[in-house]
């Protein structure tokens, strides 16, 4: 007997199992469990995936639902992990209380390299490992060092071909190969919730303004969220949109959309805040939007690349200033998104929809910045990271980039170009060393 099981934290993710499901993404199995995880900050105050309205459509792909919540409550999904000495017992725990007896246990994960996921894999260490990818992430580095114990157990990474001809580098430290879940089938499952949110409002092609509750992530300061929805709505207004539509992100404070009512209120604007929580991709076929406007959201790409909307970007210059740590896994999806996505301040290059750069220049980009965010697991990533800095390293890409990483790293671009000769130079290498030499003695 075989169980798969699948563990997802939201219902895009679910909608990419299933898509993959219906095109026999996964072999044969005698019972297929969906173990859901509500990873949200408060989750008794936030719906989970399995709440979702539009859920019971993609419920009959799977034999069982269970709660991780549940099964581990008190503990929060995202802070807690088994111990080692204690990973048999909770084998043994979940087999009888999931009825799983002796079966062949097969798992489907997101974001391996931390928990849930993660947690999951080391209670069933003898099981393989499917990682689905719903966003952005998938073409950037793995963010944390995986237990090899865990590590060589994937077998595969499906993901959403969000960027056409962008390989994933997630996972390849393990030789890990990427498989695309098709796009026709993912679009199907979607279309499938296209009726569900009877409350939803009917509005004809507005601009479409995307929340994403960065200050949850300590990104942007709670003012400066607001703030930057503000910079939307002048944005779409300024391209001559009249029609708004706001879709919050499901976790964000209701009074957030006050600071954008009052100024739509004051610029003349129709704007629709939505308050019932459905996916974005819902509203791209229910709406159409003329134009779909956003930070750093997976949604921007799904507009443009599975229903040829236009898209425009807000904010993520003094994002990719602001992360930190460098190996910040926001990193990755703000690149991507700036680097291809026109400004939206750019009239001319939102109505032309017009790419910042192509699929080789962005590959070779995120290579290098790959290696910048996690040298010691992609190390031979480094002739790619130094040529890129070679020859592209200019004002338009250092943004991407912190001399003080580089300087770490010993990367082009660590010194600036008037002061190169400075290492080059023995007299100074000399002066240098005897300061050194002098601070140390002052510190005795």
Known sequence: MTTQIFMASTLYGVATLAAALDTDGFGPADRRILLVSNNAATPETTPGPDEMPGFERLRGRFDDVISWNGTISPFHPGGWAPRPDDVPLWERHLRLAWNLGDDDVELAVESIQVNPALGVCQIFM???????????????????????LVGTRVTRLLHLDLVPGLKPLLLTEFGVEPRIVPTDAFVKVLAELVDTGDELPSVDEPALLLGQYLSALEILTAQEEEEL????????????????????????????????????????????????????????QRMRPALVVGCFSTALLTASALYGLPVARVGTG???????????SNRVPVTI????????????????????????????????????MQPKIYPDLRPAAESYLTDRLNQDTWRYFKRKRLTSLALPGAVPAQLAFIPRNATVRRVARRARSLKRAVGR
């Open 229 to 284: 929805h503000v910079r939307m709505l002048k944005g779409a207004l300024a391209l001559g949109h009249t029609r708004v539509v706001f879709k919050p992100h499901p976790s964000a404070p209701a009074r957030w959309s006050r600071m954008l009512e009052r100024e739509a209120e004051k610029l003349g604007a129709d704007l629709t805040v939505l308050d019932t929580p459905v996916l974005a991709e819902v509203l791209y």
């Open 318 to 328: 003094p994002l990719l200033d602001r992360l930190t740590p460098y190996e910040n």
């Open 126 to 148: 003898g099981a393989p490992v499917t990682v689905y990818a719903d966003g952005l992430m998938s073409y950037g580095p793995t963010r944390n060092k995986i237990d090899p």
């Open 337 to 372: 998104v700036d680097a291809l996505l026109p400004e939206l301040t750019d009239g001319a290059a939102v109505t032309g929809q017009r790419p910042g750069t192509d699929v080789a220049e962005l590959t070779r980009l995120l290579r290098a910045v790959g290696f910048a």
